[in-house]
């Protein structure tokens, strides 16, 4: 059981933590080709994950998240970001987000930790399927 109360704590301060990430974008030394990168563009999709973070992980099927990912990693390829640095991108929305959920404070009883610690298995199989689909994205753009 998810808990409902982190994931609308989490798409209620999405502005502050798409902000906090966008910083990391533009500044990390492993996503340097996004540093040329409008704020808005990755305001924009760093937004869209945090906002709609319980549509994502609850709501889309596997074929909404492929075509979104797959035309992420196109893109990507397309604008001449090294595959690395796509991967490194999104692990650093990942790892923003779950530090967020550990740093929030809201784990007071027993399950309240057991639907924080099954958010965290959730999100995490979310972004593993992102990468994943990003990949294949961007292999396909390359024509492998």
């Known amino acids: ?10 798409e209620d301060h999405a502005d502050q933590l798409t ?4 910083g990391y ?3 990390h030394p492993r996503t340097s080709a996004y540093h040329t990168f409008a704020r808005s563009e990755l305001h924009t999709r760093a937004y869209d994950v945090y906002r709609n973070l319980g549509t994502w992980i609850a709501g889309k099927s596997e074929t909404e998240i492929e075509s979104a990912y797959v035309d992420l990693g ?3 390829f397309q604008e ?5 640095q796509v ?5 650093l929305t990942k790892d923003h987000l779950l ?11 027993a399950l309240d930790l057991y639907q924080e610690l099954e958010l965290i298995r959730v ?16 292999e396909q753009a390359a024509g492998r």
């Open 19 to 22: 902000a906090g990430l966008v």
């Open 87 to 91: 991967i490194f991108a999104l692990v």
């Open 99 to 109: 530090s967020y959920v550990k740093m929030s404070g809201l784990s007071d009883s």
């Open 74 to 76: 196109t893109r990507r």
């Open 80 to 84: 001449s970001i090294p595959l690395s």
């Open 123 to 138: 999100v995490g199989r979310f972004f593993d399927k992102a990468i994943y689909y990003t990949v294949h994205g961007y």
């Open 1 to 10: 059981m998810i808990s409902a109360k982190l994931v609308a704590m989490i």
């Open 25 to 27: 974008l533009q500044r």
